[in-house]
């Protein structure tokens, strides 16, 4: 199993582009989740999925957008890039209800610089 | 409201130091999880460790070692004999089930610099 993946590992955007981080995982989770990273900081939730078809918003989802068409993917996407979205972007998956898998195994991340 | 507090922004010892990381948590719900990920330099998340609310258990796993205690909301982290390879960010993280689906709650982490 590769677990969880991310493309890209690094991307820089100019402030009004946008881009899709794409996160793919082969272990058959249900739950996926999509995470930033700022310096100095804990981990917040952006969105997250309980399967596919829905979606639902966490703690800072403004300027993102999420889609899941299958169990295995789980896209983040950005408008309109802005210097506030600098940050390494985490994705991960888990199997709630097995209490042996209940955990969410993360991605490798994306680091995204906004100038 | 859930939170995770790790007080200690930054420690650094000296190789073969004994060092515990403490966690504080938050949470009004009866059922959860706590979690401990450590960072590497390289990035990536790994997954330590995870005790339920109703398993007060220590945990060992080689030099590492959970102590968690209900009665001050706490689930600290020892690492023994420390090693150069053990210097990261480590997070500290909370999951209820009396609100959202289930997302982690995390502290802002501990970086840990062992010096050879």
């Known amino acids: 199993n590769a677990g969880v993946t991310q493309t890209p590992k690094f991307r820089i955007l100019k402030i009004g582009q946008s881009m899709t981080l794409q996160c793919t995982q082969d272990?058959?989770?249900?739950?996926m989740y999509w995470y930033r990273q700022d310096p100095g900081m804990g981990l917040k939730l952006i969105y997250y999925?309980?399967?596919?078809?829905?979606?639902d918003k966490g703690e800072v989802p403004n300027g993102y957008n999420v889609s899941r068409s299958t169990t295995e993917d789980f896209p983040l996407r950005l408008e309109l890039a802005a210097p506030s979205q600098t940050s390494v972007y985490f994705c991960?998956?888990?199997?709630?209800?097995?209490?042996?898998?209940?955990?969410?195994?993360f991605g490798p991340g994306t680091r995204l610089t906004v100038l | 409201a859930q939170k995770v507090t790790q007080a200690q922004t930054e420690i650094s010892v000296v190789e073969k130091e004994d060092v515990t990381l403490d966690c504080v948590y938050e949470t009004r719900d009866t059922t959860y999880y706590l979690f401990w990920y450590k960072q590497p330099p390289s990035g990536e998340l790994v997954f330590l460790i995870r005790?339920?609310?109703?398993?007060?258990q220590n945990e060992i796993s080689g030099r590492y070692s959970w102590n968690f205690q209900k009665s001050t909301s706490s689930f600290n982290f020892t690492i023994t004999a420390s090693q150069v390879v053990d210097s990261a960010v480590y997070f500290c993280?909370?999951?209820?089930?009396?609100?959202?689906?289930?997302?982690?709650?995390f502290g802002k982490g501990t970086k840990l610099s062992v010096k050879p």
């Open positions: 005790r339920n609310s109703f398993d007060e």
């Open positions: 999925s309980v399967g596919a078809g829905i979606t």
């Open positions: 272990m058959n989770h249900n739950y």
């Open positions: 991960a998956s888990s199997y709630p209800g097995r209490s042996s898998t209940d955990t969410q195994y």
């Open positions: 993280a909370l999951k209820g089930y009396g609100g959202s689906q289930g997302n982690l709650i």
